[in-house]
């Protein structure tokens, strides 16, 4: 297996910019999670698409986060108006079933000046 | 609501020394999973191991264990003859089965550093 790969490793972008990231999942693996994790801290979950049905968000995504898995391959994560406050390693894992391991990136690391 | 705890933010030990990294956890699920996650500096999280909350049976894999305790809630790792190369952030992790959905919870992570 080719393991969840993660683009770009890292984004720069001064606030106020909008930011989209990739994730494409094994090929197999019909589940997708996207996390955020800031320093010091655990991944927090965002949200999760069961191929291109996206089936929960957590209420850490406002409504400047959007994700889209089209056709429930890979997916992006957009973020708009970037703030300060949304400097993070964001983390993509898939998996191949519900109760199956999940299998990370290498996470996109989103610094904003 | 599930929370995960891992009450030792870091770690440092010389090498070849057993160490164990503690993990607690809370759930009203009846039917979870527990897992332990490596963060090597690199930054990607690498699975170690996975158990579901009805098997309470130890698992070893080389130099690595797992004990699951229901009665305390508790699933600890050790390590034994510590390596340089185990050096890294490790995550204990709960998953919450929400609307179909395994949703991971972290706890905050254990540092680890193995000293030569």
């Known amino acids: 297996d080719t393991g969840v790969s993660q683009d770009p490793r890292h984004k720069i972008t001064k606030r106020g910019q909008n930011v989209t990231f990739r994730c494409d999942p094994i090929s197999e693996h019909n589940r997708l999670y996207w996390y955020r994790q800031t320093l010091g801290q655990g991944p927090e979950f965002l949200t999760y698409f069961q191929n291109e049905a996206q089936l929960e968000k957590s209420r850490l995504l406002s409504d400047r986060f959007s994700a889209e898995r089209p056709k429930g391959s890979f997916s992006t994560l957009e973020i708009q108006r970037t703030e300060q406050g949304d400097s993070a390693m964001y983390l993509c894992?898939?998996?191949?079933?519900?109760?199956?391991?999940?299998?990370f990136g290498d996470g996109t690391r989103l610094s904003i000046l | 609501a599930q929370k995960v705890t891992q009450a030792q933010t870091e770690i440092s030990v010389v090498e070849k020394e057993d160490v164990t990294l503690d993990c607690v956890y809370e759930?009203?699920?009846?039917?979870?999973?527990l897992f332990w996650y490596k963060q090597p500096p690199s930054g990607e999280l690498v699975f170690l191991i996975r158990?579901?909350?009805?098997?309470?049976q130890n698992e070893i894999s080389g130099r690595y264990s797992w004990n699951f305790q229901k009665s305390t809630s508790s699933f600890n790792f050790t390590i034994t003859a510590s390596q340089v190369v185990d050096s890294a952030v490790y995550f204990c992790a709960l998953s919450a089965l929400i609307q179909g959905a395994q949703k991971l919870v972290f706890g905050q992570g254990t540092r680890l550093t193995i000293n030569p």
């Open positions: 759930t009203r699920d009846t039917t979870y999973y």
């Open positions: 158990r579901n909350s009805f098997d309470e």
């Open positions: 894992a898939s998996s191949r079933g519900l109760s199956q391991p999940q299998h």
